[in-house]
């Protein structure tokens, strides 16, 4: 069982930035992906962004060039820099592990970001 803790987000103006990190902790394996979703109003959850154990990245095109994903595997732990945030950004983020042995998805409570001025 793994259990997944978000903090981080909030309330900011446009152009504005963000970091929202997440811990894991439990039975978490070395070889994992991590990666953080969101969920709009009306909106289907769509992915963010995210990273392997190996310190591969992806980025849903809309993010690319002002969100960071990074890692620290020796603490369990995944954030997001979001900078130059737009109003469109508003969504509640939920951070995700996925086990590649099982494929099994651990998912964050979420934290509400709204990008508005």
């Known amino acids: 069982q793994v259990q997944l803790v978000e903090s981080g987000g909030g309330l900011v103006q446009p152009g504005g930035s963000l970091r929202l990190s997440c811990v894991a902790s439990?039975?978490?394996?070395?070889?994992?992906?991590m990666g953080w979703y969101r969920q709009a109003p009306g909106k289907q959850r769509e992915l963010v962004a995210a990273?392997?154990?190996?310190?591969?990245?992806n980025y849903a095109d809309s993010v690319k060039g002002r969100f960071t994903i990074s890692r620290d595997n020796a603490k369990n732990t995944v954030s997001l820099q979001m900078n130059n945030l737009k109003p469109e950004d508003t969504a509640v983020y939920y951070c995700?592990?996925?086990?590649?042995?099982?494929?099994?998805?651990?998912w964050g409570q979420g934290t509400q970001v709204t990008v508005s001025s």
């Open positions: 439990g039975n978490i394996f070395s070889i994992n992906v």
């Open positions: 995700n592990l996925m086990e590649p042995g099982t494929r099994y998805d651990y």
């Open positions: 990273i392997t154990s190996g310190g591969t990245t």
